[in-house]
């Protein structure tokens, strides 16, 4: 099969990073995929891979885009695409209206954040990271939906790899346990557990607790993280929180961590290296993965809301205790650390995943199961007016001051204790 995978962004994440990775494995399978998108720091991860990088017309600034849509269109038929596959809602909504609608490439859209957009078409084949959402999106009358958990590849991501001097280049002390946190620092999802966090450490190292974090990512909420990490050092009276800045590639800063606090990918990536996991979430969320809450993780995925609304304080508090006895009991961390690793391994393979994947692509195009002209049109105006819904609804927050970002993870509707 041809296959063109479209991850949302080409920053460093999540779920852009298991898009590429899950398109080489793919690949590697026998099919011939190409990857599309936007200029930024993963495309030097794409070509690491040897896919092809096809790069994103720079007038789509707008999400979704009918300038992304016609590029797409145009590949689709120019190279003879089988599938189009957009990573979260807006490069799916782009991959439907574009090449599903206008030349009968077959779309599939995989959702990895956390809540499924409304208006995403019936009629295209779905996956979802976690039970949850799978059974949700079922149940709002998704044809096709497959529960593909975010793949790990393991042996790239071990027990094995060096930390690579991780703890010198960052000045880090080495005698000192090491929380790391890998991700986008972003408002969306991130912003409030990165923030307590910081005020946890602070407050642990102000209390005579030896511990200290490193921050790897970057982001446009850097400059409120920056301030964070500056007020815990200056409570703690050292050096404790430390800010890497982007690194194109995190393992290093993964094998040198004695705990790793994480959601979604970047938590089981953590967990292939055989680390502790502290699950970061919103609200005050924080939990250890221990065999009594690992069905919990395997059931909402590696992510949680809590029931505060004042979730970085609440969060601050609840991260402190989970680490005080954790740091105390170095012992545990092995145990911990075997258990995350002997399920990654056995769950969460990037090779198992690739077959998953290559089932739903076989699905999508087979001739025999396409939907009408006629039910592809009716689901394309319900896509068109749910779309139109909740951007005049997203104008009106903005106006008001009340939303400051674009992507769906804010306007989900969540409310403490894990409502939607």
Same mark, same amino acid.
């Given at each position: 099969?041809?296959?063109?995978?479209?991850?949302?962004?080409?920053?460093?994440?999540?779920?852009?990073?298991?898009?590429?990775?899950?398109?080489?494995?793919?690949?590697?399978?026998?099919?011939?995929?190409?990857?599309?998108?936007?200029?930024? @720091?993963?495309?030097?991860?794409?070509?690491?891979?040897?896919?092809?990088?096809?790069?994103?017309?720079?007038? #789509?600034?707008?999400?979704?885009?009918?300038?992304?849509?016609?590029?797409?269109?145009?590949?689709?038929?120019?190279?003879?695409?089988?599938? *189009?596959?957009?990573?979260?809602?807006?490069?799916? *909504?782009?991959?439907?209206?574009?090449?599903?609608?206008?030349?009968? %490439?077959?779309?599939?859209?995989?959702?990895?954040?956390?809540?499924?957009?409304?208006?995403?078409?019936? %009629?295209?084949?779905?996956?979802?990271?976690?039970?949850?959402?799978?059974?949700?999106?079922?149940? &709002?009358?998704?044809?096709?939906?497959?529960?593909?958990?975010?793949?790990?590849?393991?042996?790239?991501?071990?027990?094995? *790899?060096?930390?690579?001097?991780?703890?010198?280049?960052?000045?880090?002390?080495?005698?000192? @346990?090491?929380?790391?946190?890998?991700c986008?620092?972003?408002?969306?999802?991130?912003l409030e557990?990165?923030?307590?966090?910081? +005020?946890?450490?602070?407050?642990?190292?102000?209390?005579? /607790?030896?511990?200290?974090?490193? /921050?790897?990512?970057?982001?446009?909420? $850097?400059?409120?993280v920056?301030?964070?990490?500056?007020?815990? &050092?200056?409570h703690?009276?050292? $050096?404790?929180?430390?800010?890497?800045?982007l690194? /194109?590639?995190?393992?290093?800063?993964?094998?040198?961590?004695?705990?790793?606090?994480?959601?979604?990918?970047?938590?089981?990536?953590?967990?292939?290296?055989?680390?502790?996991?502290?699950?970061?979430?919103?609200?005050?969320?924080?939990?250890?993965? %221990?065999?009594?809450?690992? @069905?919990?993780?395997?059931?909402?995925?590696w992510?949680? /809301?809590?029931?505060?609304?004042?979730?970085?304080?609440?969060?601050?508090?609840?991260?402190?205790?989970?680490l005080? @006895?954790?740091?105390?009991?170095? +012992?545990?961390?092995?145990?911990?650390?075997?258990?995350?690793?002997?399920?990654?391994?056995?769950?969460?393979?990037l090779?198992?995943?690739?077959?998953?994947?290559?089932?739903?692509?076989?699905? #999508?195009?087979?001739?025999?199961?396409?939907?009408?002209?006629?039910?592809?049109?009716? +689901?394309?105006? %319900?896509?068109?007016?749910?779309?139109?819904?909740?951007?005049?609804?997203? $104008?009106?927050?903005?106006?008001?001051?009340?939303v400051?970002?674009?992507?769906?993870?804010?306007?989900?509707?969540?409310?403490?204790?894990?409502?939607?």
């Open positions: 099969m041809r296959v063109l995978v479209y991850p949302h962004a080409m920053e460093i994440g999540g779920s852009q990073l298991n898009a590429v990775e899950l398109a080489a494995a793919v690949r590697d399978r026998g099919h011939e995929v190409l990857v599309f998108g936007e200029d930024g @720091p993963l495309v030097d991860v794409v070509r690491d891979r040897g896919l092809e990088f096809v790069p994103r017309d720079p007038r #789509a600034r707008r999400r979704p885009s009918s300038y992304a849509a016609a590029q797409l269109t145009r590949l689709a038929m120019g190279r003879r695409l089988d599938v *189009v596959h957009g990573y979260e809602w807006p490069p799916g *909504v782009e991959a439907f209206g574009g090449p599903r609608l206008r030349s009968g %490439t077959a779309a599939v859209c995989t959702v990895m954040s956390m809540a499924v957009a409304p208006f995403l078409p019936r %009629t295209m084949p779905l996956v979802v990271g976690t039970e949850e959402l799978r059974a949700g999106a079922a149940a &709002n009358g998704h044809r096709s939906v497959t529960l593909l958990e975010p793949p790990v590849d393991v042996e790239a991501n071990s027990p094995a *790899v060096s930390p690579a001097g991780f703890r010198a280049q960052h000045e880090l002390d080495p005698d000192v @346990p090491l929380m790391v946190m890998v986008r620092l972003v408002p969306e999802l991130k557990g990165l923030l307590a966090a910081c +005020d946890a450490v602070g407050e642990l190292v102000g209390s005579g /607790v030896a511990v200290q974090l490193a /921050v790897v990512g970057d982001g446009p909420a $850097r400059d409120l920056e301030e964070a990490a500056a007020k815990a &050092n200056a703690a009276g050292r $050096r404790a929180v430390v800010l890497t800045g690194l /194109v590639d995190p393992k290093p800063a993964y094998a040198a961590a004695d705990v790793m606090l994480a959601m979604g990918g970047s938590a089981l990536r953590g967990l292939a290296f055989g680390k502790p996991l502290v699950v970061q979430g919103e609200h005050g969320y924080w939990e250890l993965l %221990t065999a009594s809450t690992q @069905p919990t993780f395997l059931r909402q995925g992510y949680g /809301v809590g029931s505060d609304a004042d979730g970085r304080a609440v969060g601050a508090g609840r991260l402190a205790g989970i005080t @006895p954790l740091l105390a009991d170095r +012992d545990r961390w092995a145990e911990l650390g075997a258990l995350g690793r002997r399920l990654v391994v056995e769950r969460f393979s090779q198992a995943a690739a077959a998953v994947q290559e089932r739903v692509y076989e699905a #999508a195009a087979n001739p025999i199961a396409q939907p009408s002209r006629a039910t592809l049109s009716a +689901d394309a105006a %319900t896509m068109l007016i749910g779309l139109t819904s909740h951007k005049v609804r997203r $104008r009106w927050q903005r106006w008001r001051g009340t400051a970002t674009d992507d769906f993870n804010a306007v989900a509707g969540r409310t403490p204790g894990g409502r939607r």
